[in-house]
């Protein structure tokens, strides 16, 4: 019954849309929140010319929705259907060079579960043919991938921390008018055991036509420590510049120095970045020793000269959500 109500709301909206040939770039990207409801962002890029409207289906309850364009008011509205929600936006004012168009809301019922497990399972149906796909789902704080079940489907998703959250990303390319891309997520509370991989960092991006997440994996420590260093609290970052200042390692007490904080600070960020797998602390009497740890510790400088080998720019990080190339 769902998919004959999906297929005639389809078929609507696909004649609504026979002006337009294709979408250029379809961001999503959820956040999870602390009370399990996933807060949904979607950036979406238009080719020229479009149509009257744009019609998303989603198979679920939809609140709080919120829109902006850069081509006026876009008058975005839910419509409740028998499978769930259609987000309904004008698109009458669009224009060759104002063509993207960004939507927030809420899920309140898209995360399901059983005991302390939990899962959130979304669908993308394409309302037009579309370039690039783009999915991001962030976890909860103290939230991690389930160990007894397969924690992610598609398995093809890339997995990564910033050492407080997990985030799961896909990407797709060419995909047709009609086509289904679904993404599934499982996770539970972390044990006190449970330590975040420190196998990626995500840093924030401003990016043109909406948000740019870089990922990394295998890269040079130098490569980490430019993904890591923008991400961290400017208390943490300053710390850890310390840190690299000094080769890696310093006494706590030179750290108070030459971050100019308060001994109560720094022991309160040197915890959380000790328990978050950063740093290593040795005690020494009534201070401790502080060691970056081997996976952000910056390497050697090599001494210039002309016999130095230009470095050519890392390829080890892939824009994921975002488009540098999408119109304004």
């Not at 770039?25 to 409207?53: D, M, Q, R």
């Not at 060759?96 to 995360?111: G, I, K, Q, Y």
């Not at 997440?213 to 400017?234: A, D, N, W």
Request: charged fraction near 25%; proline fraction near 6%.
């Amino acid at each position: 019954m769902r998919i004959i109500a999906v297929l005639f709301s389809l078929l609507i909206f696909l004649g609504t849309f026979a002006a337009a040939e294709k979408i250029e770039f379809f961001g999503l990207e959820t956040v999870i929140t602390p009370s399990n409801t996933p807060h949904e962002k979607i950036i979406i890029t238009l080719e020229y010319p479009a149509g009257k409207e744009f019609v998303l289906p989603f198979f679920t309850k939809v609140s709080n929705l919120r829109a902006t364009s850069n081509f006026g008011n876009a008058a975005c509205s839910a419509e409740t259907k028998p499978y769930g929600t259609d987000i309904v936006c004008s698109t009458t004012a669009v224009t060759e060079l104002n063509r993207s168009l960004t939507m927030e809301f809420d899920l309140p019922e898209a995360v399901k579960g059983v005991g302390e497990q939990l899962s959130f399972k979304q669908e993308f149906y394409a309302p037009l043919d579309t370039d690039t796909l783009s999915v991001q789902v962030t976890l909860p704080e103290g939230m991690g991938l389930v160990k007894d079940k397969i924690p992610y489907i598609p398995n093809d998703g890339q997995s990564a921390s910033d050492g407080r959250r997990i985030y799961l990303f896909w990407k797709r390319s060419d995909i047709s008018a009609g086509q289904t891309f679904a993404t599934q997520v499982s996770f539970e509370p972390l044990n006190k055991s449970d330590e975040f991989p420190l196998a990626f960092f995500i840093p924030a991006l401003a990016a043109v036509g909406g948000i740019g997440f870089y990922f990394y994996r295998r890269s040079s420590s130098s490569e980490k420590l430019k993904v890591l260093l923008p991400i961290l609290k400017p208390d943490e970052k300053k710390v850890i510049e310390s840190l690299l200042s000094n080769k890696g390692t310093a006494n706590q007490k030179v750290i108070v120095r030459e971050s100019g904080y308060s001994k109560a600070k720094v022991s309160k960020v040197l915890k959380n970045l000790h328990e978050r797998g950063l740093v290593q602390l040795e005690r020494l009497g009534r201070s401790n020793k502080v060691y970056l740890t081997s996976d952000v510790k910056k390497e050697e400088q090599k001494p210039s000269g002309n016999n130095q080998k230009e470095q050519k720019p890392s390829d080890s990080s892939k824009t994921i959500l975002g488009n540098n190339n999408s119109p304004p």
